[in-house]
């Protein structure tokens, strides 16, 4: 009998730790006892998959998706693209992106949100698709507002994109949060700041991508997510001790 | 120097935030854009097995509900397979195995209907009993929270369960073990998942 290959296990020290007090709410949510570290069985290789029929097509297009025909959201028009690759840089095909935002005001539709700018008639604010076979997905969407939010009393929130995201394992299943270059709210955000190394939160700032812009309509920017990777080889299995 | 390894690092994870159900859950944030939201059925209709209920509630460091939960469910079917490519047992026409519930915004209370995994084969041809994995975020959690629910009433699986018996304090087993009632007829299990304190529910690194 064979174990099935495992991922690689997580960096934990790239990730942020649990307890980051600069970011209040994670205070009191924040378990005190360390995690428990698993070597992985099925129950962690194997992971929920999704179809072509689990969605719409226009699912992607947050310009489109809840405005009144002929009409569209309003905001700086972008396209938010990239692809999903797995640590070893193989893409990661036919999986589940989801994302949440802002209006272009900086306000969510949602009925726990007050900020005082207004809701856009013609915006939902989420989207979702699957990425084709070279792992590639792109969303249609508004540049999101930054907003107030109630950490210090002058936080703000740099514009930013709820990304979440499916690999082939539930060992994979990650959310994360799509930043702007250039955008100087980013270095000031306590939940930014829980993570500790610069180059983690340079790989949260999607890149000004000129190339992918269609002219005289929406500009773009680049984000690729890293899922976990997973090692080459099927272990024999070992009897393990106790 | 030595030389650069060329593997890239995994997309660090940041806190869902409050407003997860824009996303995720866009009919509970108020709003109704998809034709069909997913995860809300997990077993399909037709999945073998105990047709159960599992109903629990997320505490705080200060015992306070958690009300913006979201919570992940991955689970085999009763015959302990995976809906998956790489579990050869198959898994009935329907069952995806796979669910996603948020809790009510007033009370934090959550719940979703399934059926009872069978156990599953672990490392090592080590038999695992029944359990649920279950992955938690929400407004500050930075990274989201795996642990398992077991099943009360599968006390001898449960002693003999090799991820159980990798806890170092007994006493700390039991924050993983739903406790079934039954309810109008039907068998309710209850699993609170607290955060931090004495009680602390045991959480995974996968
Ligand atoms: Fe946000």
């Known amino acids: 009998m064979k174990t099935p290959a495992e991922y690689y296990q997580r960096d934990r020290q790239w990730h942020a730790p649990a307890l980051t007090p600069e970011y209040k709410t994670s205070v009191s949510r924040a378990p005190s006892f360390p995690l428990l570290s698993l070597e992985q069985s099925a129950s962690e290789i194997t992971g929920p998959s999704f179809r072509n029929d689990d969605i719409n097509p226009g699912d992607n297009d947050l310009l489109h998706n809840y405005a009144t025909a002929g009409e569209s959201a309003i905001g700086e028009r972008i396209i938010l693209h990239g692809r999903v690759l797995d640590e070893n840089a193989r893409p990661v095909p036919h999986v589940l992106v989801e994302i949440w935002q802002a209006n272009a005001g900086g306000r969510y539709r949602h009925r726990k949100d007050g900020y005082l700018a207004p809701i856009d008639a013609n915006f939902g604010g989420c989207g979702r698709t699957l990425t084709d076979d070279q792992g590639y997905y792109v969303f249609h969407t508004v540049k999101p507002g930054a907003y107030p939010w109630r950490n210090w009393v002058n936080s703000w929130r740099p514009a930013h994109v709820h990304f979440s995201v499916f690999g082939t394992s539930f060992s994979q299943r990650l959310i994360t949060q799509c930043y702007f270059e250039g955008d100087p709210l980013i270095a000031r955000c306590p939940i930014v700041q829980t993570l500790k190394d610069p180059a983690a939160v340079d790989q949260l700032t999607a890149a000004l991508d000129m190339n992918a812009t269609i002219p005289l309509d929406s500009i773009a920017y680049r984000f690729d997510i890293v899922l976990r990777g997973r090692r080459a080889t099927y272990f024999e299995n070992r009897p393990e001790g106790g | ?206």
């Open chain 2, 1 to 206: 120097m030595a030389q650069r390894l060329d593997y890239l690092k995994e997309t660090p994870s940041q806190t869902a935030g409050p407003y997860v159900h824009i996303g995720l859950a866009p009919g509970a944030a108020g709003f109704d854009i998809y034709a069909q939201e997913l995860g809300w059925d997990i077993a399909g209709p037709h999945a073998a097995g105990e047709r159960i209920r599992v109903e629990g509630l997320v505490t705080d460091g200060t015992g306070s509900p958690v009300k913006d939960v979201l919570i992940e469910v991955w689970q085999a079917n009763a015959a302990g397979h995976y809906a998956h490519p790489e579990d050869p047992g198959g898994t009935e026409e329907g069952f995806r195995g796979w669910g996603r519930v948020i809790t009510d915004f007033d009370t934090g209370e959550w719940g979703f209907d399934t059926v009872k995994p069978g156990p599953v084969m672990g490392r090592g041809g080590r038999l695992m009993a029944p359990h649920l994995n279950l992955w938690i975020v929400a407004r500050g959690i930075n990274i989201g929270l795996n642990t398992r629910l077991y099943f009360d009433d599968e006390a001898d699986a449960n002693a003999a369960d090799p991820v159980l018996g990798l806890i170092e304090w007994e006493s700390r087993r039991d924050t993983l073990i739903a406790r079934r009632e039954i309810r109008d007829g039907a068998p309710v299990y209850r699993f609170d998942i607290r955060l931090q304190g004495a009680d602390e529910t045991v959480f995974f690194d996968i």
